[in-house]
């Protein structure tokens, strides 16, 4: 049901006197510091204390939320300190659930949390989760920890609820507090109470589902959804690949049909589209049945890399290039176009297959932190101002060829020919080029 009965002065006496704590101040827990922080004194919790330092400071180095917002929030202040959770009433919980190395999913960050949630836990506390997880987590997972850690009474102590995250990194229109959220309690007391704290912030509105459990899969089946759909393109472009014919052609001349869904093929990274399907296929998989459809989705997507990487090489042969010793330029690391995030990016993949043909790659992305990639995938970054002045290069220090991953603004500004060798490649993942290109996706 969509609830637009959000009247300002029935929220203020279920929630009057009450502390919020958001526990992770990423893409995530930041905005809800924020506008939570215009109406309710919030603690903005992190563990990283450069991250503190920073959003104390009013800067967000994911580039998410400007400067100005933070004076908004004037009853928002930020710790690393565990001990300031103590202070609150209602904890809501935006931490990162990646998969690891085995595509099984880790709650270990959910886990710690919980368990530092736990430890200060009062009588009448609620405990709201946000971060985006397999149906059942939370009740079977998290708040055995909770139960463990506060040794106080479920549903009579304390309650718990989930509201999962529909942020997407880098939108400046489908934000927070436009978005409506999805919301849900242990009780029927605890989910209005949930219900009407959203509400207050989220001029959307609300959709209070029936239990928790359905929050948690509504959740699920939104990412899941889009993978899917993205292989589906993805198989297509594998299909037409082998007939000659341009994916983006044909992807044009359908979008002419009204209901024809307009999704292309590309890489699949990032924290959500590329991970929250394993978590469906685990559960469900733990339960005794293997997913042929979401895993068949899965399988397309991460095998495009590899793919990618492999008509780059048939490209270069066509120009008669060799691929031992071939300068190959990369533009983009991120995972979505015009957003500092590298979480799970599929780039790195492209990078170390080309690599292992032995050609010479080089990757530009002057938004993404050198630092970060460096870290997180082994190798670095050209300096942000290396592409400057290209039509002074030799023709020695120009590129064989050139592999657009991802599709940033600043990208508009460059001029592939001025790049590349004057025999040379340009494979364009994203349809981003106006000039004459090799290959599209």
């Known amino acids: 049901m969509h609830n637009t009965t959000n009247t300002q002065d029935t929220t203020q006496a279920i929630l009057q006197d009450k502390i919020i704590a958001i526990i992770g101040l990423g893409y995530v827990g930041l905005p809800l510091a924020i506008e939570f922080g215009k109406r309710y004194p919030t603690i903005g919790f992190d563990t990283n204390p450069l991250r503190i330092q920073e959003l104390s400071n009013h800067t967000d180095s994911n580039h998410q939320t400007p400067s100005d917002a933070f004076a908004k929030a004037h009853l928002l202040h930020f710790s690393n300190d565990p001990a300031s959770l103590g202070q609150a009433n209602i904890y809501i919980i935006a931490v990162p659930t990646p998969i690891d190395t085995y595509k099984t999913p880790d709650i270990s960050a959910l886990l710690a949390a919980s368990k530092m949630v736990g430890e200060v836990l009062k009588q009448g506390d609620i405990i709201i989760y946000e ?8 009740e079977n997972d998290c708040l055995p920890i909770l139960q463990k850690y506060s040794k106080l009474r479920y549903n009579q102590d304390f309650f718990i609820g989930y509201s999962p995250e529909r942020i997407n990194p880098g939108d400046r229109k489908n934000t927070l507090t ?42 699920a089946i939104e990412n ?43 890489l699949v990274g990032g924290h959500c589209i590329g991970v929250d399907p394993y978590y469906l296929t685990h559960i469900a998989t733990s339960l005794g049945y293997h997913p042929k459809v979401i895993a068949a989705g899965r399988y397309i997507n991460d095998f495009m890399p590899d793919f990618i990487a492999q ?5 270069l042969a066509k120009k008669h290039i060799s691929a031992l010793g071939a300068k190959i330029l990369i533009l983009g690391v991120t995972f979505k176009e015009n957003c500092p995030d590298i979480r799970n990016s599929k780039v790195a993949q492209v990078q170390r297959a080309l690599m292992d ?10 938004i993404a932190s050198k630092e970060a990639v460096l870290k997180e995938y082994g190798f670095e970054l050209l300096d942000p101002h290396s592409l400057q002045n290209p039509n002074q290069w030799e023709e020695t220090q120009k590129y064989n060829a050139l592999l657009l991953a991802v599709g940033h603004a600043s990208f508009k500004t460059l001029k592939p020919a001025e790049l590349l060798t004057q025999n040379s490649v340009i494979y364009d993942l994203k349809g981003f080029f106006d000039c004459k290109v090799d290959a599209r996706l």
């Not at 409506?180 to 912030?201: P, R, W």
């Not at 043909?357 to 002057?366: I, Q």
């Open 224 to 266: 899941a959804q889009r993978d899917l759909n993205i292989a589906f393109m993805n198989e297509l472009a594998l299909i037409f690949e082998r007939l000659q014919i341009d994916t983006h052609e044909v992807i044009k001349a359908a979008s002419t049909k009204w209901n024809f869904l307009h999704f292309t093929p590309g």
């Open 131 to 138: 971060s985006t997880t397999y149906p059942t987590c939370t």
């Open 178 to 219: 436009n978005i409506i959220k999805i919301t849900a309690g242990s009780t029927q007391e605890a989910a209005k109470t949930i219900n009407a704290l959203y509400a207050s912030i989220i001029p959307a509105g609300t959709y209070l589902a029936p239990s928790i459990k359905v929050a948690e899969a509504a959740k």
């Open 357 to 366: 043909f032995g050609c010479e790659v080089y990757v530009y992305d002057p």
């Open 311 to 315: 008509k780059m090489i048939k490209l």
